[in-house]
């Protein structure tokens, strides 16, 4: 428990220099998207005047140093701006849209390890055999596939030639009742409410993305899980334990906890990734989810949904960061001396 909490306590120390080096980056970058947002608000015809009373209004008459620890002061009241688009707090609004990318990034990473893991381990038993070649065309293919490219393609073929999923719009059909928001999930909260019409169109709407993010992902996987499993399997353990007569079974299992932290790795830089990597997909099937929010934030020079947006991505991928190092810290507790 000891060598746990110095563990953590080690991990903590970088969190919040992280958080301020990446707010400090995004905000300096976002800056520089063209546009004035209040010519934007207000509309071409605007008096000087009434430009200038927004621009003070919003702080764009401060240097930039200014605008950013102001920003950054507010946010420490829970304050992170008001979208002009739609008028109210982007805390609000994120807190609204994110569980909707975050059910659907979650949904597409557990498709992308069920595709990628197995297919990684059966191809690293035989190097040479037609699962190893065919698992490393899929790999190639799924790495230069564009995600937004394949999931027009599969609304071509899935809806409009065989009709066999709905409509891409949305996260629900029309005709359904939204259950009541408990976790943002629609899956979930349809069971919560045992309301099961809304549970099948959530899972039926989910299906395209899901399965566009779930294929295209699952090629870092599976290269990341073949490789790790080839070179555990080749090991001087793997061979020790053959020898001794231990079963395939068991050898296999020793080479799979041994290759983890590498899968673990590239899994976990995969979720992060996958909230802004989604933003095509989420535009794609009109998901409404943060990434979407967030798009329409840059194309109106609309700063604070991106950088909301941009502040809880970070976090979220700090925390998936920091679980990653306690599931390393489980598998092996040496790592926190």
């Known amino acids: 428990m000891t060598g746990l909490m110095r563990f953590l306590g080690r991990r903590m120390l970088f969190l919040v220099p992280q958080l301020f080096g990446i707010l400090l980056v995004s905000f300096l970058l976002i800056k520089t998207i063209p546009g004035d947002p209040a010519v934007l ?10 430009l200038e009373k927004v621009r003070v209004g919003m702080g764009l ?7 950013f620890f102001i920003y950054v002061g507010n946010l420490f009241s829970g304050d992170l701006g008001t979208s002009w688009q739609t008028t109210r707090p982007v805390l609000d609004d994120l807190i609204e849209r ?7 990034v979650t949904f597409g990473l557990l498709t992308a390890i069920a595709i990628g893991v197995p297919l990684g ?32 393609v599969l609304i071509f073929v899935l809806y409009t030639v065989f009709q066999v999923v709905p409509a891409p719009l949305g996260r629900l059909d029309l005709a359904v009742l939204t259950p009541p928001a408990v976790t943002g999930w629609l899956t979930i909260d349809s069971l919560l409410d045992g309301n099961w019409d809304a549970f099948r169109s959530a899972l039926a709407h989910l299906a395209l993305p899901v399965l566009t993010l779930g294929l295209i992902n699952a090629g870092p996987i599976l290269k990341m899980t073949q490789s790790s499993m080839e070179q555990m399997l080749t090991a001087d353990f793997s061979h020790y334990e053959t020898l001794c007569g231990l079963p395939r079974r068991r050898v296999i299992l020793n080479a799979l906890h041994n290759a983890l932290p590498s899968v673990i790795t590239i899994i976990s830089v995969l979720y992060g990734y996958l909230l802004g990597g989604a933003v095509l997909v989420e535009i794609v099937f009109s998901w409404g989810g943060a990434g979407q929010y967030a798009v329409q934030g840059v194309l109106n020079a609309d700063i604070y949904p991106v950088l909301g947006f941009v502040l809880f991505s970070a976090i979220f991928s700090l925390i998936v960061y920091l679980v990653v190092d306690l599931i390393y810290f489980a598998i092996d507790p040496r790592i926190g001396r």
Not at 61 to 67: A, E, M, N, T, Y
Not at 98 to 104: G, M, Q
Request: proline fraction near 9%; aromatic fraction near 10%; glycine fraction near 10%.
């Open 41 to 50: 608000m207000l509309g071409p015809m605007a008096t000087p005047d009434a």
């Open 61 to 67: 008459d401060q240097s930039l140093p200014v605008q």
């Open 98 to 104: 994110f569980p909707a990318t975050l059910e659907l």
């Open 121 to 152: 381990m059966a191809s690293a038993f035989r190097e040479n055999g037609w699962l190893a070649r065919g698992a490393d065309v899929y790999g190639l293919i799924a790495g230069a596939l564009p995600d937004f490219w394949l999931g027009l």
